[in-house]
């Protein structure tokens, strides 16, 4: 594993300008999009600009988020586990307890703060979600541009409406008043281009663009929908399939694989096509239809995004990297539970679950300039994590961690050699929400749903789509799992876990300290 440790700079002394050797970086966030929802994963609904980067670049097969929103945010501004820096849970309450503060900790400093270290201008578009819901209405310390960004536009909350979503931001200044036609997801798109636009080019430039889309609620123009309505008429059960064997041709599935119908999830019967009224099916069809909508109308603005950074003169010194924060959600009822079923293809359980469906997301790497691009259109099958962002952009930009910050050893690794064609080297990897935990060492995954259930034991080599326990098999690799993931809870702020419904949770620790602004005192 690469750690990062630095020694401090002397007073006075002279950073080596290596801007003509940085490359200008791309990050690039959606939320709540299942694994298998881009066409480059398998999927009917049309991501053309998405799969170019793909076609370009390197995906990954194996690409671990924190299961939730806010906490996997954390981990991609820091490169840190959530809990480590204050973002165990939500942004919904501060509990004041080290683990669980509802935003990022000061005293770690967020990629943007390392990157702008390192010379870059920085810009944020979009959703942002790491700050106490408490601290919208003044800005506290934890804004972005606060937390590094040269500019910023977009939505502070976890969720809420593409049509007049709050509270946004335009720098500091609240943005009230929005236009008849706003769109959230184009918004984001549009200012994102605007930044690229005001770029001067005296510094490379990192950009964040964090997109709302297709976080519920479902919302997309009509015109969007409505191409995407006959394409959903066959239901999911012939489009689970069609999704699994085309994983299985791009080589992000194996051959021998057969796709699982999970029962667990819906109380012990998965229902058949078949078995809904025809009223569900228009509502799965219509939610569907929709759903691809609002991936679609992403796309095409990051087709946009690519086409000016080129007409710019940019693109051959840019870096792309794509991802999601989580796997498709079964929040929303029966129906949409469906729908996230098929987004999640070919993994077991959702959004808020450390089980795969809720933790794997794809990952793209392109360059834009292609020769860069070792691995082209190629499938990394080594696991990775979303605490890799950092020390990969890092990697990138040819930087150290500054020495001005504390906490220089950082958890994750580069996964440029990877990217370049390359072995990371082996690691356990750590995951715990809402009670949900697991750890993955090798090929072996310990995971439960939550703290009151037992481990299930999974050999991740022969059963990655978690449908066999050998936690009775193999007691033993039980014990020093367990004994690993609550050493890890011990050192990164995991305990105690609370096992308080959301709503409970919430007023449980808004009645113990009123205090919400997110400032120590």
Same mark, same amino acid.
């Given at each position: 594993?690469?750690?990062?440790?630095?020694?401090?700079?002397?007073?006075?002394?002279?950073?080596?300008?290596?801007?003509?050797?940085?490359?200008?970086?791309?990050?690039?966030?959606?939320?709540?999009?299942?694994?298998?929802?881009?066409?480059?994963?398998?999927?009917?609904?049309?991501?053309?600009?998405?799969?170019?980067?793909?076609?370009?670049?390197?995906?990954? &097969?194996?690409?671990?988020?924190?299961?939730?929103?806010?906490?996997?945010?954390?981990?991609?501004?820091?490169?840190?586990?959530?809990?480590?820096?204050?973002?165990? #849970?939500?942004?919904?309450?501060?509990?004041?307890?080290?683990?669980?503060?509802?935003?990022?900790?000061?005293?770690?400093?967020?990629?943007?703060?390392?990157?702008?270290?390192?010379?870059?201008?920085?810009?944020?578009?979009?959703? #942002?979600?790491?700050?106490?819901?408490?601290?919208?209405?003044?800005?506290? &310390?934890?804004?972005?541009?606060?937390?590094?960004?040269?500019?910023?536009?977009?939505?502070?909350?976890?969720?809420?409406?593409?049509?007049?979503?709050?509270?946004?931001?335009?720098?500091?200044?609240?943005?009230?008043?929005?236009?008849?036609?706003?769109?959230?997801?184009?918004?984001?798109?549009?200012?994102?281009?605007?930044?690229?636009?005001?770029?001067?080019?005296?510094?490379?430039?990192?950009?964040?663009?964090?997109?709302?889309?297709?976080?519920?609620? =479902?919302?997309?123009?009509?015109?969007?929908?409505?191409?995407?309505?006959?394409?959903?008429?066959? &239901?999911?059960?012939?489009?689970?399939?069609?999704?699994?064997?085309?994983?299985?041709? =791009?080589?992000?599935?194996?051959? +021998?694989?057969?796709?699982?119908?999970?029962?667990?999830?819906?109380?012990?019967?998965?229902?058949?096509?078949?078995?809904?009224?025809?009223?569900?099916?228009?509502?799965?069809?219509?939610?569907?239809?929709?759903?691809?909508?609002?991936?679609?109308?992403?796309?095409?603005?990051?087709?946009? =995004?690519?086409? +000016?950074?080129?007409?710019?003169?940019?693109?051959?010194?840019?870096?792309?990297?794509?991802?999601?924060?989580?796997?498709? +959600?079964?929040?929303?009822?029966?129906?949409?539970?469906?729908?996230?079923?098929?987004?999640?293809?070919?993994?077991?359980?959702?959004?808020?679950?450390?089980?795969?469906?809720?933790?794997?997301?794809?990952?793209?790497?392109?360059?834009?300039?292609?020769?860069?691009?070792?691995?082209?259109?190629?499938?990394?099958?080594?696991?990775?994590?979303?605490?890799?962002?950092?020390?990969?952009?890092?990697?990138?930009?040819?930087?150290?961690?500054?020495?001005?910050?504390?906490?220089?050893?950082?958890?994750?690794?580069?996964?440029?050699?990877?990217?370049?064609?390359?072995?990371?080297?082996?690691?356990?990897?750590?995951?715990?929400?809402?009670?949900?935990?697991?750890?993955?060492?090798?090929?072996?995954?310990?995971?439960?749903?939550?703290?009151?259930?037992?481990?299930?034991?999974?050999?991740?080599?022969?059963?990655?789509?978690?449908? +066999?326990?050998?936690?009775?098999?193999?007691?033993?690799?039980?014990?020093?799992?367990?004994?690993? #993931?609550?050493?890890?809870?011990?050192?990164?702020?995991?305990?105690?876990?609370?096992?308080?419904?959301?709503?409970?949770?919430?007023?449980?620790?808004?009645?113990?300290?009123?205090?919400?602004?997110?400032?120590?005192?």
């Amino acid at each position: 594993m690469k750690k990062y440790v630095f020694l401090p700079l002397l007073a006075g002394a002279v950073v080596p300008s290596v801007h003509a050797q940085q490359p200008n970086i791309v990050l690039i966030l959606c939320d709540d999009m299942g694994f298998s929802d881009l066409g480059c994963y398998g999927s009917e609904i049309k991501t053309p600009n998405i799969d170019k980067l793909a076609q370009d670049g390197v995906r990954f &097969g194996h690409f671990k988020n924190t299961g939730r929103s806010c906490p996997s945010r954390a981990a991609l501004l820091t490169g840190r586990y959530q809990h480590s820096v204050g973002m165990g #849970w939500m942004t919904a309450v501060d509990e004041h307890r080290p683990g669980y503060r509802g935003q990022i900790d000061a005293e770690f400093p967020t990629i943007a703060e390392v990157l702008k270290a390192g010379g870059y201008s920085t810009y944020m578009s979009g959703k #942002w979600h790491v700050t106490v819901d408490g601290a919208f209405d003044a800005p506290n &310390g934890s804004y972005p541009m606060q937390r590094g960004f040269d500019r910023y536009y977009g939505c502070l909350s976890g969720g809420g409406s593409y049509y007049k979503p709050t509270p946004v931001y335009d720098n500091l200044t609240r943005v009230t008043e929005f236009p008849d036609d706003y769109y959230y997801t184009k918004a984001i798109t549009q200012r994102a281009i605007d930044f690229v636009n005001g770029h001067d080019g005296k510094t490379p430039m990192f950009l964040y663009v964090a997109h709302y889309a297709p976080h519920l609620p =479902l919302q997309a123009p009509k015109e969007y929908v409505d191409k995407c309505l006959d394409r959903y008429r066959e &239901g999911y059960d012939v489009l689970r399939r069609r999704r699994f064997e085309k994983q299985k041709q =791009l080589g992000i599935v194996a051959d +021998t694989m057969s796709l699982p119908v999970y029962d667990r999830e819906f109380k012990g019967h998965h229902p058949a096509w078949e078995e809904l009224t025809p009223q569900q099916q228009e509502k799965w069809i219509k939610d569907m239809a929709t759903y691809a909508a609002m991936v679609e109308i992403m796309d095409e603005g990051i087709g946009q =995004l690519v086409e +000016t950074i080129d007409k710019k003169g940019m693109l051959d010194n840019t870096v792309f990297l794509f991802m999601s924060d989580n796997g498709a +959600t079964s929040e929303g009822g029966f129906i949409n539970q469906l729908r996230a079923d098929l987004s999640n293809t070919p993994y077991r359980s959702y959004k808020q679950w450390c089980l795969q469906g809720g933790t794997s997301s794809p990952f793209i790497v392109s360059f834009g300039n292609k020769a860069k691009n070792r691995l082209k259109g190629q499938i990394c099958d080594q696991t990775a994590h979303i605490i890799d962002v950092l020390p990969t952009c890092m990697d990138l930009a040819g930087m150290d961690y500054p020495a001005a910050f504390r906490h220089a050893d950082l958890p994750g690794e580069s996964l440029m050699p990877a990217i370049e064609g390359g072995e990371l080297q082996p690691r356990t990897l750590y995951f715990e929400h809402q009670g949900s935990c697991a750890v993955i060492d090798g090929d072996w995954k310990l995971v439960r749903y939550d703290r009151d259930e037992a481990w299930q034991l999974i050999d991740l080599s022969i059963d990655p789509f978690e449908t +066999t326990d050998l936690s009775q098999k193999y007691p033993e690799k039980v014990e020093e799992l367990e004994a690993k #993931w609550v050493a890890w809870g011990n050192a990164n702020n995991v305990f105690p876990l609370e096992d308080k419904p959301w709503q409970k949770r919430i007023d449980f620790y808004l009645q113990k300290n009123p205090d919400q602004s997110g400032v120590e005192r």
